[in-house]
């Protein structure tokens, strides 16, 4: 499989010329997730905003406040969002899960989402500049949001949390005061997520799907490939990475790396065949990172025997019930939600600070599900994955992703083969 060469400047530019569409993950479950070795799931926060109280950014915006204990700050906040939606289960509605937990403490601010219906990268911006006038903070989840940077400029007085992609520079600029840009480091989740695979599989054969090759997805999938790595390099063990060449992934530097990409991330139908094909080929677990494309894959597991896939971004195991079984193995975790909440309290109390930051295992934004009840790992791999855990969190293990210039078969902490 050829890797992405490191053109980090290449992103943003190219970035803003593709088509953008609901990002990563394909849960139905309203969570606000913590990560880390011992701990997943730990608040419930339900989306009372649905699709239908949505707008399109030219169209009239409702907002709504929960009610909660405490009076609070009363800023305006929006979100806008791809067009899955804010109820889209994953990607969108983790992070507006984590609005909603900040309004339930500050209730007498509101949220509004704002739904831009094409997910063409201009149009995605454009939608931010249409409001930009009307609200105190707005909310941006998506890669295709990186050009609100020029919005910024011009609306000092606004503030505005970006997520899963840094600001579009603007000339020399690359931070901005009133941009508080998050990333995660998908890449640690995608570690587990392998390990866990390759612990697990009793065929020998595990594969990733996603749904488009952008930054957040390729660092999933270098990150599952260093994780099956590591466990056969310190088990002995022979488990093979399966990609089929018709689905292999292009970047944003238009480098090929290989993987399993459906094109989309609403293409049902494209994913369980994608799952299908994986399956006849041998796979019996499948890391799902493919949006509403995804839910295809999980269908194609749940019509197989035997086959069990990996939820992305929050705890998917409600989406694999299947009768009385379940196809969930377990879920790698994104954690959105908490720290959009933490961002809306900095705006609130005055601490608020422009700045790219990249979002660890060392803070509980990355990991994997292991409560009992949500997950069907062994004993004996949850105990594996704590130990590396601990490790990545350290800084010993440090995987693959798209653009740090390591590779999943030669990174910092891989051991030599037995």
Partial sequence: MKKSKMQVLLVFATALTLMAAAFTGCAKKDTTTSAGGNQTVTEDATATETADSETTADAATSEAATESKTDGAALKIAIVTSP????????NQDNYNGILKFIEENPNSTVTPVNEPTGDTAAAVQAVANIVADYDVI???????????SIALENPDKKFILID????????????????????????SGFFAGMAAALE????KVAVVNGVAYPSNVNYQYGFESGVNYVNALYDKKVEFVELPAYAGTDVTNANVGGNYVGSFADEATGKVVGKALIDEGCDIIFVAAGASGNGVFTAAKEAKGVKVIGCDVDQYDDGANGDSNVVLTSALKVMSINVDRALNTVKDGSFKGQNVLLQAN????GYVSADGRQQLSADTISKLNEAYELVKAGTIVPASNFNGITSDAFPGLPEKK
């Fill in 84 to 91: 899955s939606g804010v109820d889209d289960g994953s990607f």
């Fill in 139 to 149: 909310v941006c989840p998506g890669f295709q949001f990186a050009g609100i940077s």
């Fill in 165 to 188: 992609s840094d600001p579009a520079a603007q000339g020399e600029q690359k931070e901005f005061d009133n941009i508080y840009a998050m990333t995660f480091a998908e890449q640690e």
């Fill in 201 to 204: 599989s009793a065929s020998g």
């Fill in 363 to 366: 803070t509980d934004s990355t």
